[in-house]
């Protein structure tokens, strides 16, 4: 088992950053790719950005590139989200995700095992 929690969130303007955290502990993070997600009431669940287990590889979906930054430190069993320029459109729960492989993933369905959430607001 892999236990995963979050923290950083919060209410910021639009413009404005905040950094995301996820530490896991249960397992070897350096097994796992990690990735974040995030959900707004009414909306399905969608993929942010996911690292592979090295931290070698990244991928975020387009809404998102060149504002928000996914990195992790195995050291530290954590891994982080970065986000600037943030727009009300942004705002959601945040959650990360781990799966066990050398991949990575973009799918909520393939991973195994979520944290539960923070939530990210931004103002107008």
């Known amino acids: 088992q892999v236990q995963l929690v979050e923290s950083g969130g919060g209410l910021v303007q639009a413009g404005g950053s905040l950094r995301l955290s996820c530490v896991a502990s249960?397992?070897?993070?350096?097994?796992?790719?990690m990735g974040w997600f995030r959900q707004a009431p009414g909306k399905e669940r969608e993929f942010v950005a996911t690292?592979?287990?090295?931290?070698?590889?990244?991928y975020y979906t387009d809404s998102v590139k060149g504002r928000f930054t996914i990195s992790r430190d195995n050291a530290k069993n954590t891994v982080y989200l970065q986000m600037s320029s943030l727009k009300p459109e942004d705002t959601a729960v945040y959650y990360c995700?781990?799966?066990?492989?050398?991949?990575?993933?973009?799918?909520?369905?393939?991973?195994?095992?979520w944290g539960q959430g923070t939530q990210v607001t931004v103002s107008s």
């Open positions: 690292i592979s287990r090295n931290g070698g590889t990244t």
């Open positions: 995700a781990a799966v066990q492989s050398s991949s990575y993933y973009l799918r909520p369905l393939q991973y195994d095992y």
């Open positions: 249960g397992r070897t993070f350096s097994n796992y790719a």
